[in-house]
């Protein structure tokens, strides 16, 4: 099999370098390697979700839903001190790389790098924030996303940044469908910026 960016394991050499990037106005320098996401600059999508929603503040438990090499987990953390961020991923390089950047950025110690079945069942999220891994196919990104939607808070919220012709569009309607209704809070260079809601057990 290719090697993927979403390999457990990839198996080209791990070749490093650095990215700058500007995040809410603060700069970042990350590790990125080949083998992870989008390692030669910040995700033109991953850009565009952080450009359209103001950062959180507050305390909270967070989810970054395929952080590749962290950039928006350890952005999270920077801009929500008191916050909680789990950078979860299946790739074992991306998640050494986040826990790097996570020490880098100075808040190693409010970001977990975790494999998905290594979050403890019982925690849950006030907010997800995910670039997902549309190239896994249709029933795996659903699957994966019921998973996790499933663990937002009561009235927990999730930020998701979707190509368009990726299927941006449908994707909102399905959330929707599913009991999470979603909006469209943002369109730019081809994206689009979706906020779904775990709107609670509906009143009966
Ligand atoms: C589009 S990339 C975004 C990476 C990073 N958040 C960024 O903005 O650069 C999606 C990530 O999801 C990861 N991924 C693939 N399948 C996954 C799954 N089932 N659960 C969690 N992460 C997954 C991939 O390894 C990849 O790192």
């Not at 952080?50 to 438990?61: C, H, I, K, M, N």
């Not at 403890?120 to 907010?127: A, E, H, I, N, T």
């Not at 927990?156 to 209704?181: A, C, E, I």
Request: charged share 20%; with cysteine.
């Amino acid at each position: 099999m290719g090697d993927h960016f979403f390999s457990a394991e990839p198996q080209s050499a791990d070749v490093r370098r650095t990215v700058e990037a500007r995040i809410w106005d603060k700069p970042y320098v990350f590790t990125t390697a080949t083998g992870v996401f989008s390692r030669d600059r910040l995700d033109i999508g991953t850009s565009v979700l952080l450009r359209s929603v103001d950062a959180p503040t507050g305390p909270g438990t967070f989810l970054d839903l395929g952080c590749g090499y962290g950039p928006i987990a350890c952005a999270l953390a920077v801009e929500a001190p008191e916050a909680t961020v789990w950078a979860v991923d299946v790739n074992n390089r991306a998640l050494e790389l986040a826990e790097l950047n996570a020490k880098a950025a100075g808040v190693g110690d409010r970001v977990r790098a975790a494999l998905p079945d290594d979050v403890p069942d019982d925690v849950r999220f006030d907010q997800l924030w995910s670039n997902p891994a549309i190239h896994i196919g249709k029933a795996e990104l659903h699957k994966m996303l019921l998973h996790w939607l499933g663990r937002l808070a009561p009235g927990g919220v999730g930020w998701f940044v979707v190509g368009k012709n990726l299927g941006g569009d449908s994707l909102q309607r399905w959330m929707t469908d599913q009991g999470y209704p979603c909006t469209r809070v943002a369109s730019a260079k081809g994206f689009r910026v979706l906020r779904a809601t775990n709107a609670g057990p509906a009143p009966s």
